[in-house]
């Protein structure tokens, strides 16, 4: 009888608190789930076949496939917003849509904060895009 295998765990936006839900669609606090860095060390200890003998097939295509929040935060979002209404989904609620409203009030009510943390980011990759130039010549 074949066991049943590991899923692993989606990563989460960064102001959502609560475990959440396995890369298939399963809630991660009912199933045995790896985290992301277990997988992929898995992966590099074990290799693809066997692997995949231990990890649920769509886990691990989905977990290669889409990055996190600290690889490109408007990735993270995109992937968010095709699970909760893409494909003319009405099945998987309205928790990221009623976030991106609170996110709005919240800027609102801090506008100037909130554009000190833009332009600071802005002109940090800005020196260090001139860093790099100086440094290639």
């Known amino acids: 009888m074949k066991e049943p ?6 990563p989460s ?3 959502r ?5 396995t890369e298939c669609g399963y809630d991660a606090s009912k199933v045995k789930a790896l985290t992301r860095a277990e997988f992929f060390q898995r992966l590099k ?5 066997r692997t ?3 990890t649920c097939m769509t886990c691990s295509d989905t977990a290669r496939r889409w990055g996190t929040w600290d690889d490109d935060p408007r990735k993270a979002l995109e992937r968010e917003i095709t699970w909760e209404s893409g494909w003319r989904r009405t099945d998987r609620g309205w928790r990221l849509h009623d ?4 996110i709005a009030t919240l800027i609102e009510a ?8 833009v332009n600071t980011t802005a ?4 020196w260090i895009e001139k860093k790099a130039a100086l440094r290639d010549k």
Not at 5 to 10: A, G, S
Not at 99 to 102: D, G, K, Q, T, V
Not at 123 to 126: A, H, L, S, T, V
């Open 123 to 126: 002109q940090r990759r800005e």
């Open 13 to 15: 936006l960064p102001w």
């Open 45 to 49: 200890d074990l290799g693809q076949q």
């Open 99 to 102: 976030e991106l409203l609170a």
């Open 110 to 117: 801090n506008r100037e904060e909130f554009e000190t943390i």
């Open 17 to 21: 608190a609560d475990g959440g839900i």
């Open 52 to 54: 995949a003998m231990l």
């Open 5 to 10: 295998v590991d899923h692993i765990v989606r």
